[in-house]
């Protein structure tokens, strides 16, 4: 399920090489499992990932979440020190 959906997007084992799409290698799973819910719900907008969790069961989501996240996550930094700090607000 993940290699068809989320692949071309996050890469096949969960590390994007595109700055646009988060990786999620490692993430915790409850939290992407979260997310996704929100996609599909409408909660969160953005056409392309709505449409993909649309099509996606709670069990899906739980499935793609638990499997990603056991992917290890490559290193990598964000060159946009403003990102960072609202990303680890959000994250705390």
Known sequence: MYNANCASCHGADGNSGTPV???LAQQHPEYLVKQLQEF???KRNNAVMKGFATALSDEDMKNIAYWV???KAKTGFSKDKELVALGERIYR
Request: proline share 11%.
């Open 21 to 23: 799409n988060p990786k």
């Open 40 to 42: 599909k719900s409408g």
């Open 69 to 71: 996240s056991s992917k």
